[in-house]
């Protein structure tokens, strides 16, 4: 099976259907089928085939659909990027993907033009926007009469999902084609998703929440896809109502700015049936004030990169517990252990581990690291959580230090590296701070030679980090609390 058939197989049933608005025009499914045939077929003449590793660093637009069911329905491996990643990111990721070729859009084509000469494998750039050094995207074209899908097994890879931690380097992991199809049509169910239903999507495409629930199950179902570029809050409220959209997927900090909008007690948002919330966990204060001003029940659940999505959440037949984020998804194995693996008891708090049709493949490239993580078949998640009597999970601490920014996922140990370059550091720590919008702020505690003002550190960040990544608090310190052997404790410095 090869994932891509998900979208061929609707076009077929109903070609004339709506599959995607952007700006108010609509791509019905024949057309973005025929729309991805031409372009793999035009990829395959510029050397991209199966088994090819591709990235793909595009905003939320129809261009990233085609070019990313292109890419699977050729056999290609796709290494999603954000588009706002800065040159040492998306050089680390591309050259440790053994990355061929990468598309890329207006947003991050200046970065990876100053990437480009530190990339050791990518063949091909190709581009959204017309330059004299890359291929333009409207370019590549072939005859759709000459497309075939390339066939796959469950356990090919679809794609690499880069994720990072506290020990070391982002990993990729590697997330197959049987991960995607068992989890679209598990996730297709839970939703009771169908052709009727209308998916607005603003979170960006790149993430594995987004592209699988706002893209691949409803392309499976037959549903229309609003997709939408920036999140603006009075903005997305207003096409909620005036589209009559039915579900929306969302994180923590977009329910808790839509609260602060006039527009939630002024418009009509009948038709929402459903609005998903993850990423991180949801203050029950604001899920319950949504809840009240929309409407609409917001079904949290818990997942990782390496769950592909979802570990756990709340189907419909079963009462929703504020503070909790469900029951594990049928066909998954859930497990809180302690530290020897063994199970705990009720209520008591361990590492959650799962088995199931969703868990990753492994590490790529990185045995030693795939097999701390997969033991015996059961994924270690790194998470702390613990279960009630009637067998609900309620997450208790986030994988060792990492922290949630606005449903991202930002890794400490990479912002210090960035840090520690800087001529006048001596010293640093990053830890999570917490923030009544964004869920958590990052929060830099520094040392430094001479003087030097917190403005002048964000300004160096934002050369070599992701927006989200730019540590918004700074605190100078003398010395950092340290372990008689020297190592940084970073527990005291984290404000509750």
């Not at 991209?48 to 069911?69: C, D, R």
């Not at 796709?78 to 591309?94: A, G, M, Q, R, W």
Request: proline share 5%.
């Amino acid at each position: 099976m090869n994932i891509s058939e998900v979208l061929f197989q609707t076009a077929k049933e109903m070609p004339n259907h709506a599959a995607i608005v952007f700006r108010n025009e609509k791509i019905t499914y024949h057309e973005l089928s025929d729309k991805v045939k031409e372009k793999a077929a035009g990829l395959r003449k510029y050397g991209i085939t199966n088994g090819s590793h591709v990235g793909l660093m595009m905003a939320n637009k129809p261009e990233y659909v085609i070019a990313y069911f292109s890419l699977l329905a050729i056999g290609a491996t796709v290494i999603p990027l954000n588009p706002t990643f800065k040159e040492n990111e998306i050089t680390y990721i591309l050259n440790d993907s053994d990355a061929v070729a990468l598309i890329v859009d207006e947003i991050g084509l200046g970065e990876v033009q100053k990437a480009h000469k530190s990339l050791s494998s990518v063949r091909s750039i190709f581009t959204l926007t017309k330059t004299e050094a890359y291929v333009a995207w409207e370019e590549v074209s072939g005859e759709p009469a000459n497309f075939f899908i390339e066939q796959k097994n469950p356990y090919d890879n679809a794609q690499i999902i880069y994720t990072s931690g506290t020990t070391g380097k982002p990993k990729g992991a590697l997330i197959t084609h049987g991960n995607l199809g068992w989890m679209s049509e598990t996730s297709a169910d839970l939703l009771e998703l169908t052709k009727e239903d209308r998916v607005l999507v603003v979170l960006p495409l790149f993430h594995a929440y987004a592209k699988l629930q706002g893209l691949l199950i409803c392309l499976l179902r037959g549903a229309t896809i609003y997709l939408e570029e920036r999140f603006i809050p009075d903005v997305i409220l207003q096409k909620l109502a005036d589209n009559h959209i039915s579900i929306f997927l969302g994180v923590p900090t977009m329910y808790t700015k839509f609260i602060h909008s006039p527009k939630i007690k002024e418009l009509d948002f009948s038709s929402l049936r459903l609005a998903g919330s993850g990423g991180a966990s949801l203050p029950v204060e604001i899920l319950e004030k949504v809840e009240e001003e929309m409407g609409v029940q917001i079904g949290e659940g818990y997942g990782q990169t390496e769950s592909t999505v979802m570990i756990s959440c709340f189907p419909s037949d079963i009462e929703k517990v504020p503070g909790s984020v469900g029951v594990p998804v049928p066909g998954i194995e859930l497990q809180i252990v302690d530290p020897n693996g063994r199970e705990v008891p009720v209520n008591e708090v361990g590492e959650i581990i799962f088995k199931g049709p969703n868990g990753m493949k492994g590490y790529y490239k990185k045995e030693e690291a795939t097999n701390e993580t997969i033991k015996d078949g059961w994924v270690y998640t790194g998470d702390l959580g613990r279960r009630d009597e009637r067998g609900y999970l309620y997450i208790v601490d986030r994988k060792k230090d990492m922290i949630i920014r606005g449903g991202y996922n930002v890794y400490p140990r990479e912002i210090e590296e960035v840090l520690y370059t800087h001529p006048n550091i001596v010293e640093c720590a990053v830890v999570g701070e917490s923030d009544p919008v964004f869920g958590e702020e990052v929060a830099a505690y520094v040392v430094t030679k001479s003087e030097i003002t917190p403005d002048e550190i964000a300004s160096f960040c934002k050369q070599q980090l992701a927006y989200y990544k730019i540590p918004r608090k700074i605190y100078f310190m003398k010395e950092l609390p340290k372990t008689t052997t020297g190592k940084i404790l970073k527990t005291p410095l984290k404000k509750k």
